[in-house]
């Protein structure tokens, strides 16, 4: 944890001067040093638990949460709940995608509903450096499967001989009126549009899959090219040397004591500095979240191990089904710069003492005693400019305050250079008390931002009462 301190610290140093106008220091490292590790996954259930996560770990075995441990991403699409996230990147590491369930328990739908009647479809985020993320979008995977009744727990490989991604999850497609999960496979190169979905993993009888996870072996390392690890009543383990092949059955984890009954969501990992492995399953019959498994050779299921208590750490927060990516050190670097937590504060009107900057429905105003998350923001180094702050909205990352024809609202940023221009401002001297703190607009500085009514705006300000409508504390 002391590494992770440290580093999180040089970061932090980074930002700091971000604020003050300084030089940014580039914390020393080696051009490839040490790159840690990033978890995608959700926390548990309800409509905050079933959202996007991020965790962090230097080792892959000591988990600490990112942004404070609160929510990186949250559905604005379908059932407004995801589940079981997989992190993909690009074979050249210029984009990446997020792809999950889309699936909210306990906030407007069971697990009957789910399993009969459920989203057909998969809610997907991209990004260009994992730091900026699209809004959300649903892409229906299931709907051309006859009698596909859900969606769930999907993954995707990059396929070098047919230049595009095989994207596999699972649906419910009963067998004379009983449930029973497949696992489908179709492919795409965007995650936009599929090809018509096939059959990739059935089991006999009525035996259900769900979860499964491939990953790809290094030369030298076992006999099989690719193996993949599946929740089927068992945690089994299988090898090929093709992704759409043949599969040979390897064997299982109870020798070790772990079946399908215990542990489901299998999710490897594989260690940066050595040919080990770790495959994270999660307790999901205890309520315990990820435990990690490891192995020196993934296609030998009498080498994994349970590491001894105390060797591990999965954080504060309970980690459910997601993914793992092993991060370059550019990577790292961005993902820590951004994903840190950095407080939450509020803003305090400097003439109406018991109201505060907050947004609702997305327009933003001032109001009396407000202290939920909807008055939260977070002051990121700006979008635009050294020396200038942007806010973000907490309980809507990558959401910002944001001035269009002079009025304000809170928006998802979509990477234009308007957009950060408009979010931008310079942190000044109060106009009307300079102990207190007042907002110059970065592509309009003759403008501030004030309330007017209540409302928040940016304008000109000539007058006593401007200066006090435009004056606030930055505030816990």
Request: net charge neutral.
């Amino acid at each position: 944890m002391s590494a992770l301190r440290a580093r999180l610290s040089a970061i932090l140093l980074a930002v700091c001067l971000l604020f003050t106008g300084q030089a940014l220091i580039t914390p020393g490292r080696a051009a490839a040093a040490d790159p840690g590790y990033l978890m995608t996954h959700f926390i548990g259930e309800g409509s905050n638990g079933q959202q996007i996560y991020f965790s962090y770990s230097t080792d892959g075995l000591n988990w600490t949460e990112l942004n404070g441990g609160g929510i990186a991403l949250r559905s604005t699409v379908g059932t407004k709940g995801v589940r079981d996230p997989a992190l993909v990147r690009s074979p050249n590491g210029d984009k990446y995608w997020i792809i999950a369930t889309d699936l909210c328990i306990s906030c407007g739908q069971n697990w009957e509903a789910a399993v009969y009647n459920g989203s057909r479809n998969l809610v997907v985020w991209e990004s260009t450096d994992l730091i900026n993320w699209s809004e959300p979008w649903l892409l229906n995977v299931a709907g051309a499967i006859p009698d596909g009744r859900n969606a769930w727990a999907p993954e995707a490989i990059w396929d070098p001989a047919s230049n595009d991604y095989v994207l596999y999850w699972a649906t419910n497609k009963p067998v004379d009126g009983v449930k029973k999960h497949r696992i489908y496979y179709a492919r795409t190169s965007d995650f936009r549009s599929i090809t018509t979905p096939q059959i990739y993993i059935e089991r006999p009888g009525l035996q259900e899959i769900i979860d499964t996870q491939l990953v790809e072996m290094p030369s030298g390392v076992g006999n099989y090219r690719y193996v993949r690890a599946s929740g089927d009543g068992q945690i089994t383990l299988e090898g090929s040397n093709s992704i759409l092949g043949t599969w040979t059955r390897l064997g299982d984890l109870s020798g070790i004591g772990l079946t399908g009954s215990q542990v489901e969501g299998p999710m490897w990992m594989k260690f940066r500095d050595r040919n080990e492995w770790a495959l994270y399953l999660d307790q999901y019959s205890s309520g315990r979240g990820y435990l990690p498994v490891t192995t020196t050779n993934p296609s030998a299921p009498g080498t994994y191990r349970i590491p001894a208590s105390g060797t591990y750490s999965m954080g504060v927060t309970k980690k459910r089904h997601g993914s793992i990516l092993n991060l370059t050190a550019a990577e790292e670097s961005r993902v820590l710069a951004r994903w840190s937590d950095i407080p939450a504060n509020r803003l305090q009107s400097y003439n109406f003492q018991d109201r505060y900057v907050r947004h609702t429905n997305f327009d933003v105003r001032i109001d009396q005693n407000i202290t939920g998350p909807d008055a939260q923001f977070r002051l990121r180094p700006g979008l635009a400019g050294s020396g200038t702050v942007s806010f973000e909205s907490v309980n809507y990352r990558g959401y910002f305050l944001r001035h269009s024809g002079f009025d304000f609202q809170l928006a998802h940023n979509d990477g234009t250079t308007q957009f950060a221009a408009d979010a931008t401002f310079r942190q000044v001297a109060g106009l009307a008390d300079a102990s207190w703190s007042s907002f110059q607009s970065y592509n309009h500085p003759d403008r501030y931002i004030r309330h007017y009514a209540h409302q928040l705006r940016l304008d000109p300000i000539t007058t006593a009462t401007g200066r006090s409508d435009a004056t606030f504390r930055v505030t816990n």
